[in-house]
């Protein structure tokens, strides 16, 4: 099992809407398992923003839910059918016709519940969420219920009764019955992911990770699956006995591609010298350019590069030919900043944060994209430092940088949280743009040792990031641009 703990209930709720969209990014026509309760809603509420601002699509997306009260109509207030009409399904584009969820008016209920059985049967659940109940219930599978139980109507605790009653007018109101996937219906979803928040759960959850399994405590179960996340917060966490840090995992990393993305926005993509911003990122910038406007500024006028038998004007004539030849195939805007920080030997000059005030005034960019603070090329270093700097001074705020790393220099691990991944069609245009580039290709294969970065880190990104070393690696995409996003 794989636990992380963390701070309260909102990082719960973002770290489990990251792993459900990564989930869909990776494969649009997921299976999801959806689950009612208080602690999921913050979780929902965090995949319709995510959804709203880039693009996810959820039309081929299959559901089914955990379970739903006996004896209410559907559309009940406390019916988990208006629950997730109201929290979740209206606010998505998920088609009516692929969302399943227990029908609780069901006559013959025997049958009905053999039929939501085959059903799950037939299309196998990708990942399922739980919540946990106090007594360790998962689902309605109170304890007492055993490891090979079945959909099934069941009776509900006196203790699930007491518990649910806040919903309700009073505690008579509250169903006595439900009816639920079983604990055998749940282990075979391929992946689960518990949540747990709260003072009220750190019992459950240590019998869930510490305790024997026993039907005593359903959640005990789940230690027999093979890929179990459980996302709690340090109230929930208060009982365990083994430390569990809330470290960088794979629930802080964003899987983006080319339909999924940020859209409707001012962006800033600053390349230090003319190719940086096509060899690093290329493929994103390309991908942004449908939906979004994108300047790229080129720092540096370029003329220290070794090109044969040409002036220094003529130089730099050449390198911004090329840039413009580069943003026709990436479809972004080409400016030239030709800073004076290049030629100087200084960190940079005051002339040179006042250039970049005006170009700022004239973009207000939203989001920029930068080389990564660590770059170990000076030149990268000192543009990322002058556009830090400036962000200081003006205390500029709702910004996001995008930190890009490079041939030159190499993200660590654990500072990557958003992968681009792109396909053979946009490496292709990619490529291009980079070969745009002319008299700086014959001097090094820019274009092959960018292609060999991007498919390196599809290649180990995946295990790095996204398990526990040695587990089965996702497969994202065929080639990977990688970046540190901080909000600004
Ligand atoms: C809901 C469900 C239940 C809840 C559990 C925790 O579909 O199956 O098992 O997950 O009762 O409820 P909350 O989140 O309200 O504490």
Redesign the pocket.
Known sequence: MHIVATNNYEEISKKAAVIFLNQLALKPDSVFG???????IGMYLEIIKQYREYGYDFSQALTF???EYYGLKKNHAQS?ATFMKKNLFSQLNIKEKNINIPDGEAQDISSYCKYYEKLIANNPIDIQL?????NG????NEPGSQANSATRLVDLSAK?IS??ARFFKNKKEVPRQAI?MGIATIMRAKKILLI?SGK??AHAIRALVEGPITSRTPASFLQNHPDVTIIIDKEAASLLHKNYSSENGWSDIFIYNKNIYPRHKKILVISPHHDDSAVSCGATISALSEDNIVNVLVMTAGHHAAISKLTRQQKIKCREKETVAESKVLGHLARFGNFKFYDANKKYWSQDLEKFHSIWQRIKPEIVFLPHPHDEHPTHFLSTELVLDYLDRKKIKNTELWHYEGLWSQHLLNSINIVFGFDNKLLGIKNKSIAKHKSQVKRLPLVKASQALSRFRALTLPEQRFVNFGGEPPKIADYVEAYFRVKY
């Open positions: 959806f689950a009612t309760g208080s602690t999921p839910n955990l379970d988990y739980l919540g946990i109940g106090a219930h998962i689902g309605f699930t518990d649910n639920t747990a009220s759960k």
